[in-house]
């Protein structure tokens, strides 16, 4: 079935790194994202990475992904307050059409 | 500016009525989704796109229904017969609907709350 589950709420102090983690069923999946939502904002996305691949570096952006486990994770390097928002971890529906399964988000708070 | 609009930001409907949300890109892009985003949970396909003139269900496309007639514009309508529409909307477009392009970028939402 097609599931995508995340961690609700994660609090970390500023200059702090955060790792926001992930879980997803479909092991075909070709792509998994991690987008950014602020207060009544729409989603951005922050990066993604390809299957085949372990790691990915952005800037202060690490993501690990473990296929075996199904398992991906996104690490924020020196939490800044400006980081705080609903973290959402997204895969590729393997079935076309570019299709996004979507975890319900993990809410960040940075705090002092 | 290239970009992706959604208009209004916020939208009040009495139940029964019939309403209409906007999206609108001017990126270029061959594909356009609508999403509906609950408290507490993931976002949801409702209608998705490919090119102009065609649209398939997502994965909750009962009580609403779409156009393509253009390529840069994706209007939804949300039905009475939706049941529970309140809930906040977001339109994404992505160049191409399947390939080695595949980001989908998202518009601001529009917040619907029907009474």
């Known amino acids: 079935g097609e599931d995508v589950e995340q961690s609700l709420f994660l609090s970390v102090r500023e200059g702090d790194s955060s790792v926001i983690n992930c879980t997803y069923t479909?092991?075909?999946?070709?792509?998994l994202y991690w987008y950014k939502q602020e207060p009544g904002a729409g989603l951005q996305l922050l990066t993604y990475?390809?299957?085949?691949?372990d790691m990915k570096q952005d800037q202060r952006l690490t993501v690990l992904l473990n296929k075996k486990d199904k398992h991906l994770s996104l690490r924020i390097a020196d939490t800044q307050t400006g980081d705080s928002a609903i973290y959402f971890c997204?895969?590729?529906?393997?079935?076309?059409?570019?299709?996004?399964?979507f975890g319900a988000g993990t809410r960040l708070a940075v705090h002092p | 500016d290239g970009g992706i609009t959604q208009s209004p930001k916020y939208l009040f409907r009495k139940e029964g009525q019939n309403v209409t949300l906007s999206c609108e890109q001017n990126?270029?892009?061959?594909?356009m989704y609508w999403y509906r985003q609950d408290p507490g949970q993931g976002l949801r396909l409702i209608y998705y796109s490919q090119i102009v003139n065609d649209f398939q269900k997502g994965d909750i496309a009962e009580g609403y229904s779409v156009s393509r007639e253009k390529k840069e514009s994706f209007p939804l309508t949300v039905t009475s017969a939706q049941k529970n529409p309140t809930a906040f909307y977001l339109c994404a477009s992505s160049i191409e609907p399947t390939g080695m392009v595949h980001e989908q970028y998202f518009g601001p939402g529009t917040r619907l709350t029907v009474t």
């Open positions: 990475i390809f299957s085949n691949m």
């Open positions: 997204a895969e590729m529906w393997p079935g076309g059409y570019n299709k996004l399964i």
């Open positions: 479909d092991s075909s999946s070709t792509y």
């Open positions: 990126l270029n892009h061959d594909a």
